[in-house]
């Protein structure tokens, strides 16, 4: 079994690092702090992140990058969105063999629009790499730590690779899909966060299960519209990437996403509510992004531009749900018909 260095060692980068020493792989974890890498190896333990799991001996944690990557034929890629960019950079002057990139981080950088996996294509250089791998689906870190029962899917433009990085993963607790559509598996996992703040908003409000459905339903349908016209398939949108992911993010309080929207929902403000969780709640920042995007490919997002409001204009939550419940009428199918039809056209 080969070296994988893991980069992120916060819930999700922890996680997937326990599934790689499970399948007896050397496991490299890089923490940003020093403290941090500490912690790990010397109690076994990641209170912060993961509390009360216990870390494999496979794992070992460091601060130095350099210590990390040296050696490793596959790096993981698990850092914050904002974080990814300056991690790659000081990635590529570390790199001195050809390696697989596989990314599990989920959202996409504002204002440039790109998805992760573009972001890394950018900043390191492709003779240093097989291909970009991208692994998502509904998985929360705190069952995969705990070995509980688990399906993702894993995209790359090269079958053989995707396979590769199948086989590293698959065991009898987490089982691994590949898919052709990386753009759809990206776009899946980044857009079902914005919903997910949206399910927690309504939930803090004190709506009921019925409010719920229509948001993950109708929130479906925007991220299938925005994802159809950056060249994703919309299949890809009914499979674990897309209403798996749905599901899982938007039904559930390990989803910081959903904390933190319920938070929102019960009245606390944005800036308070990211300060009391001390994680990095994704759905904020790719909420700007979707919303800015959706502005320039001429895609209506209403819920999304809602949440937008909520976010960063201050519109009152309770607000923006009678705007939506009160807009225009128009007919159930007419989105998928819609959208099936630009597929045919393409």
């Not at 009360?52 to 040296?70: C, W």
């Not at 870190?141 to 079958?159: F, G, H, N, W, Y």
């Not at 065991?171 to 399910?199: C, H, M």
């Not at 409010?211 to 299938?224: C, H, M, N």
């Amino acid at each position: 079994m080969g070296k994988v260095a893991v980069l992120g060692a916060g819930s999700w980068g922890t996680a997937l690092a326990i599934v790689l020493a499970d399948n007896g792989h050397e496991v490299a974890l890089w923490a940003h702090r020093k403290e941090h890498a500490d912690e790990i190896n010397e109690t076994r333990a990641n209170e912060k992140y993961l509390k009360g799991v216990t870390i494999p001996e496979r794992i070992v944690a460091d601060n130095q990058l350099d210590r990390v990557v040296s050696g490793a034929d596959h790096i993981l890629l698990v850092v914050p969105t904002k974080a990814m960019r300056e991690v790659c950079q000081n990635l590529r002057e570390l790199i001195d063999h050809k390696v697989t990139i596989t990314h599990a981080s989920k959202g996409i950088e504002p204002e440039t629009f790109k998805r992760v996996s573009e972001v890394i294509h950018e900043e390191i250089p492709e003779e240093l790499y097989e291909d970009i791998v991208v692994l998502s689906g509904p998985s929360h870190a705190e069952e995969v730590s705990l070995r509980q029962p688990t399906t993702v899917t894993i995209s790359s433009k090269d079958l053989e690779v995707a396979e590769k990085v199948q086989d590293l993963f698959m065991n009898r607790q987490f089982r691994v899909y590949t898919s052709p559509d990386l753009i759809g598996v990206e776009l899946g996992g980044a857009l079902k966060n914005i919903i997910a703040l949206g399910a927690g908003i309504s939930d803090g409000l004190g709506y009921g299960d019925n409010a719920k459905a229509a948001l993950i339903t109708r929130g479906l349908a925007e991220i299938a519209r925005l994802g159809t016209s950056m060249g994703a398939n919309p299949l890809t949108f009914s499979g674990l990437t897309g209403v798996g992911d749905l599901i899982v993010t938007c039904t559930s309080s390990h989803s910081r996403n959903w904390r933190a929207g319920y938070k929102l929902g019960q009245g606390n403000d944005l800036d308070e509510v990211l300060d009391e969780m001390g994680m990095v709640v994704e759905g904020v920042r790719t909420t700007k992004a979707a919303y800015q995007l959706s502005q320039t490919q001429d895609v209506e997002m209403p819920i999304t531009s809602g949440i937008y409001r909520i976010l960063f204009e201050k519109a009152h939550a309770r607000d923006v749900v009678d705007q939506l419940m009160t807009r225009i009428r128009r007919h159930e199918m007419e989105d998928l018909t819609n959208i099936l039809d630009e597929q045919m056209n393409d």
